[in-house]
């Protein structure tokens, strides 16, 4: 009877990106679910169109609700019982490992994932597959501003400073990022910036909704980014706008960053970048002039195979500038998955234990080990990177079976062309979904999950605060979280005991502890805490003691306290257009969908609201190409061909087509990226490749 549901709300979280807007569920009479606004620090009552809808995820038909299995390659799924699908996994982890060791099985997580289960499935890799190689989603996004922020600040918490920061910078950079359409609701901190008469600069080879929002565009050529901030601290150096206090007092360095930027002349820059000399010369003393500014890294100039240096070279910026480490200013990261943060916290990368620590660092290991209760020589050594897994997927003396939680990879891993043949011939193949998609409909045995709002778990925001996301309602019947199977796997491998527990809180007090004494300490974060203080900033290594909203406010977190200055010279991308492909393509996202569509082409306003693949191309360019507004656009690089709907616009650069990553089939813009990837941060350099366009 509809009227007997009881009416309920529940304070919790948006199932999507890293600003984990503050919302409240409703549950109707009727047994469905809308979307509140609450006014939680961050969001402040503001939600995107994404949030406002994700009620119907909850009560979706497509829903996954009973595991699938096939009983041979090539057969079709079929709904099995619980015991008999993770028998059948256990049967197939066994029979690998025996016969081509424990590497033979891979893990691949997500940035979705709550703490808990990044948590889990990192020890459940390392202590009952016994496997080193582990890595997830991540490393397509947040790793090259990880690792920037590691080298130059000796931690990595993307922004490193609350939201509520950045209305008291007299000027703000974003390079690379388009936050009015990928967290919308976080422009409501630039629009209270510049009503106090700060600047806003964007860069972006698009003239994006955040880019007219901003005093000036640097409408820079694809993949320039390093060459660009080189060319402003050149200016700054040159007209004295830097702060050589700061620098004597908070960084080591300087010398040859100062000898490296001296060649970076505007009229070189504007070669280069293709932004007009005057422009860098205003940008710089804007940033320069400005008593307190703010840099903001977005994936445009992360995600390429220089991902690394670009975003050292905006961190020498502020830091030579003395912007850095004191209230209203500095260089972050604009983290992007729901979980972004923590889910690259605490074990889940290939290199990585609880709390930031180092699976090379024998001391790490040895913390790691007593918690988990093994004897440290037992933890594997750093596995592959994301990358480096899906290239072994099958190959002799590589991995035979993996386990992916939470990603996409036929969407969203770059040069997809192979790799669901590579997956489909896989011996083993498991993937945890709540629905069946473009990549778990190719697995051997497809387990379905909890989602979001009807399970119980910490996420960690892209300021590093951590948040409750409470449950709001049961589960479906049939479907178990991601922990519960990870713990019902480990007693089945026999090794109950080392999980001994899926109840999430009990979970995150066993990663507080593991994480205690690392660099990101949770040990005193408790849910009780998160939910009275609306959020717990790490580092917070004592329930008693403050957490760390600004924690280079004295001295940044390597030994010495200094930041670090590295030297950086432009590189070209690992493919430049050429007489065969002679126009850049770039990728990236639009407000109405979110990452592989998964999850947003499900939802009926979405969809609606942005029904089909498009690629942006300016009307000069697509006239050339004979490509008239709505028709459909042939895209050819290197690796493969995708077809796409034509949006003229003359907000893109004549040399650049932007396409979105949202959409699969002939649609799939990873057809087409290259997966060359950073040395460093094994990023994929899925912001730039040389692309030919033609009429479909
Ligand atoms: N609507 C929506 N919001 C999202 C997501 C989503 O899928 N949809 N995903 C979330 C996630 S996981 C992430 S990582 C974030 C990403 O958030 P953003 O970084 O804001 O998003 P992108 O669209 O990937 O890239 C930003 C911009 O980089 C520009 N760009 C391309 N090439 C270059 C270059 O060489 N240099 C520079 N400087 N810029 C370049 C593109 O034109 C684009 O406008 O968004 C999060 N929020
Ligand atoms: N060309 C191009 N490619 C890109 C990018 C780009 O800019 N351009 N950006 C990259 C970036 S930044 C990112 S973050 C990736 C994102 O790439 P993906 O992670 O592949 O994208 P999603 O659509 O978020 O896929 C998440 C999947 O996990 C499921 N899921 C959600 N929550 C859970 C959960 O709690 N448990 C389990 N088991 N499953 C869950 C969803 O239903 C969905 O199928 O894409 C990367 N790929
Ligand atoms: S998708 Fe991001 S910006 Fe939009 S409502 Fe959810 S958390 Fe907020
Ligand atoms: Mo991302």
Redesign the pocket.
Known sequence: MLDALAITRTET?????????G?TLERGGDGHFTVQSRDFPT?KG???????T?GSLLTHPERLTTPMLRDAKGAALRPASWDEALDRIVDGIRLLQGMHGRDSIAVFGGGGLTNEKAYLLGKFARVVLGTAHIDYNGRFCMASAATAGLRAFGMDRGLPFPLDDIPGAEAVLIAGGNPAE?????MQYFEAQRDRGGKLIVSDPRRTATAKLADLHLQLTPGTDASLANGLLHVAVRDKLIDPHFIATRTTGWDAVRRTVASYWPDRVERETGVPALQIERAAHMLGEAATAIILSGRGAEQQSQGVQNALAFINLALALGQAGRMHCGWGCLTGQ?NGQGGREHGQKNDQLPGYRQLANPRHRAEVAAVWGVPPESLPQPGLPAVGILDALGREGGIQGLLLMACNLLLSAPDTATLAQRLSDLPLFVACDQFLGETSSLADIVLPVTQWAEESGTMTNLEGRVLHRRQAVEPPPGVRSDLDIMADLAARLGHGRHIPSSDPEQVFDELRRASSGGPADYAGISLGRIDREQGVFWPCPDESGDDHRRPYLTRFAHEDGRARFHAVQRRTSAEEPDANYPLYLTTGRVLSH?QTGAQTRRVPELAAAEPEAFAEIHPDTARLAGIVQGSMALLTTRRGKARFKARLTPDIRRDTIFVPFHWGGASNANLLTNDAVDPVSKIPEYKICAVHLAPA
């Open positions: 979280h948006c199932p999507y990106c890293a600003l984990q807007c919302m969001n503001g939600m995107c169109r994404k949030g406002w994700a990928t967290m919308p609701p976080i729901g979110y």
